[in-house]
């Protein structure tokens, strides 16, 4: 079953059915980024294979669309990188169309083995924007020299956040390496309820190291929603304002104490709208936590 349809079809309470009944929705919850205090919503919006539709006008309008949505419900943080094919390109169109929103938390990466600075410069002119908030050593490429380019351009004030990235629970221990060793302001890293390891030392080290963490992979490109979609939804997850599967993943992902904030991917309106609204309502407790983990690894 579509996630559309499921909106149509399972009810709930407060943001959810103000979702489904096309009322506003409340705005999303925030958590504050430890290196500074500043706040940002639990959800933001990914662009891995989403955004990278080349020059598809039609395709290229509908991600504006899905920005623009983002932002109306009260998004900010947008992570791309220069691996993501045309993304970059389909970020910086959709912001000039949008007028630049002046919330945005624009978040790239450097994924070079050589000239990061160039790079970087490079992204920014995509996406059109006057510095990054937050650049990222993408999958630890070259990280030894990249990193300190980044700390150097912070310094400078050509950006404001540094961080490093992993995807698909590659490479933790260099990860828990550098997180140890190296002042960073973000980890980003896959974590959802079947990609469970790094509850074992990156999210603890994150708490103790004050570093925010954002959750790439929340619904592994898609693979875990097509898998849940076909069991129904427990009457349980009702006490959390969930109206399908995605939400209850959201929830489940952004509850934890040591995680800033969730990217999801997607080139559809409403899956943004979907995602957003979970961002909002009650969220799970520890207990609640372990009971959807323990639910979704049974299916």
Not at 81 to 102: D, F, K, N
Not at 266 to 289: F, K, Q
Request: net charge positive.
């Amino acid at each position: 079953m579509k996630r559309r349809s499921l909106l149509h079809l399972l009810p709930a309470l407060g943001a959810a059915r103000a979702l489904a009944q096309g009322v506003a929705v409340p705005r999303p919850a925030v958590k504050a980024i430890p290196s500074s205090g500043e706040q940002v919503p639990v959800v933001g919006l990914g662009t891995w294979i989403t955004f990278n539709v080349g020059n598809d006008t039609q395709a290229r309008a509908g991600c504006a669309q899905v920005m623009r949505n983002f932002f109306e419900m009260g998004g900010r943080l947008v992570d791309s990188s220069p691996m993501y094919g045309s993304s970059q390109a389909v970020v910086g169109e959709g912001l000039q169309t949008l007028g630049r929103p002046s919330q945005l938390f624009a978040a790239d990466k450097v994924w070079t083995s050589s000239a990061g600075a160039p790079q970087a410069e490079a992204s920014r002119r995509l996406w059109g924007v006057p510095r990054f908030d937050l650049l990222q050593v993408h999958n630890l490429l070259a990280w030894q020299e990249q990193l300190p380019l980044l700390q150097a351009m912070k310094a400078a004030g050509r950006v404001r956040y540094v961080g490093i990235t992993t995807s698909e629970g590659r490479r933790h221990r260099e990860i828990e390496q550098v997180m140890g060793s190296h002042a960073i302001d973000f980890v980003q890293l896959t974590y959802n309820p079947l990609d469970r390891e790094a509850e074992q030392r990156l999210l603890p080290l994150a708490l103790e190291r004050r570093v925010a963490v954002l959750a790439n992979r929340p619904f592994r490109e898609g693979a875990l929603l097509r898998q849940l979609q076909r069991h129904p939804l427990p009457d349980w997850v009702r006490e959390i304002d969930c109206a399908g599967w995605a939400q209850v993943v959201l929830k489940f992902i952004v509850s934890h104490p040591a995680v800033t904030c969730a990217i999801p991917a997607t080139s559809r309106v409403a899956h943004v709208r979907e995602n957003m609204a979970a961002a909002a309502g009650p969220m799970p407790d520890e207990g609640l936590r372990k009971r959807i983990a323990q639910h979704i690894e049974k299916l």
